[in-house]
């Protein structure tokens, strides 16, 4: 027993200043499937409420769509519940490979690896195809797994520009000598919903010989005219290197990620990527229904559709009602209130009024931007935001957030 009076002191004291601070993150407790509409208990116990969700990545309603759910099912039957391997071992199955076939079909890309999370991938990435030879220019906002991934790659020299700043990006670019030029980015940003500006950075990356490594966890599936992604949309898809997303968001929702590109840099990853030569091979469960959401999304783009058009109307009835709400296009509408109480204060009013949202503060935004964000979901009807609007409304003018 080593666990000394003074190490528990150190942990209770930590987890007491974030609780002074107003920091502490309090979990809500679920007791029905993830959807539109969701039963929750808080505190954990508590009765339980029934509540409009707005803060999931759910974007496109699939995360317990029956037909997913089903082709889940198909994949335990046919092919068991877990591989208790690694990919290279024995934790490749047919449906493995025919994910990573289907995936880069969908990307536009020529191969693709799977991996547990983005956050897996992101930390494969980097350590495995760049050296001391070569550099990365990273934008400022990139998501946490990406910043680690770049931090594993110790030898690799590392530049990080203003957020979408891309006169500071061409600046750099024009003085590196480096042997391979990576520009990184996410698609879309998770905390403000804004896009990279894509179109831009491939034609910087072209000019200045760069390659171009996009994270669009928050967009495939919905952004573009199919769904493919922040490449599509821009009309880059050609011009985009390496691809990472997740199958946690709009793709299901259950876990699992991937890199897709060409077709050396996933060849290379199989042989040095450490969490996919160290971690477990996705459950078959997962690589089944994954690839019939791929299937579905190719068929039709009605969920996209729908979820864009749920989008726009969510946005602007909330500018038309008074808030201050980040510009932007895409399914990501934070509500800015500046203030971390505020933020807390008027999510706990609206769970009150039957609307889950959370408010974000430091350190998930900077200090001084705290918002409450809401997603959209294909899984929504126009009905339930109107519903959520009076909620939000009546909120606001309690709050003194509205006039
Ligand atoms: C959510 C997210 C991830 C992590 O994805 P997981 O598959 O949940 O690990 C990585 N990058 C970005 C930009 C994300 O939004």
Redesign the pocket.
């Known amino acids: 027993m080593t666990y000394s009076p003074k190490a528990k002191k150190v942990y209770a004291d930590a987890l007491a200043e974030k609780r002074a601070a107003g920091l502490y993150k309090d979990e809500y407790i679920i007791t029905s499937p993830q959807g539109a509409w969701i039963t929750v208990q808080f505190p954990e116990g508590a009765l339980e409420k029934k509540v409009l969700n707005l803060c999931s990545?759910n974007y496109l309603g699939l995360s317990s769509h029956p037909d997913i759910v089903k082709a889940a099912h198909e994949g335990l039957d046919s092919r068991g519940y877990g591989m208790s391997s690694v990919r290279f071992i024995c934790g490749t199955q047919d449906i493995h490979r025919d994910l990573e076939r289907k995936m880069s079909e969908f990307l536009g890309t020529e191969d693709t690896i799977l991996f547990g999370?983005?956050?897996?991938?992101?930390g494969a990435v980097f350590e495995a195809l760049l050296g001391e030879e070569d550099a990365i220019f990273s934008d400022q906002l990139?998501?946490a797994?990406?910043i680690d991934g770049e931090r594993l790659a110790k030898k690799v020299s590392r530049s990080i520009y203003p957020h979408s700043d891309m006169a500071e990006l061409e600046k750099m670019l024009k003085e590196s000598s480096a042997r391979i030029k990576m520009i990184v980015t996410?698609g879309i940003f998770?905390m403000d919903g804004d896009m990279a500006k894509l179109d831009e950075i491939a034609a910087l990356a072209e000019k200045y010989e760069a390659m171009v490594f996009v994270?669009d966890?928050?967009a495939t599936g919905f952004i573009g005219k199919s769904g493919r992604g922040t490449h599509e949309y821009f009309n880059v898809m050609d011009k985009v290197d390496i691809i990472?997303t997740?199958?946690?968001?709009a793709l299901g929702g259950a876990?699992?990620?991937c890199i897709s590109g060409k077709k050396e840099m996933i060849a290379m990853l199989r042989q040095v990527g450490r969490p996919y030569l160290f971690s477990n091979a996705l459950m078959p469960a997962v690589v089944t229904a994954t690839k019939k959401v791929l299937e579905t999304l190719t068929e039709s783009t009605e969920r996209r559709d729908k979820l864009a058009d749920l989008a726009k109307f969510w946005r602007e009835s909330l500018v038309t009602a008074g808030f201050d709400v980040k510009a932007g296009n895409t399914p990501i509408i934070p509500i800015m209130l500046y203030d971390a109480k505020l933020a807390q204060d008027f999510a706990r009013e609206l769970f009150e009024e039957g609307v889950y949202v959370r408010g974000f503060f430091y350190p998930v935004v900077a200090q001084g931007q705290a918002r409450i964000r809401t997603q959209m979901s294909a899984g929504l009807e126009k009905t339930d935001l109107e519903k959520a609007l009076v909620s939000f409304i009546k909120v606001g003018k309690k709050l003194n957030v509205l006039k």
């Open positions: 990545n999370s983005c956050f897996d991938a992101n990139v998501h797994s990406i996410d998770s994270d966890s928050h990472t997740t199958f946690g968001k876990t699992g990620g």
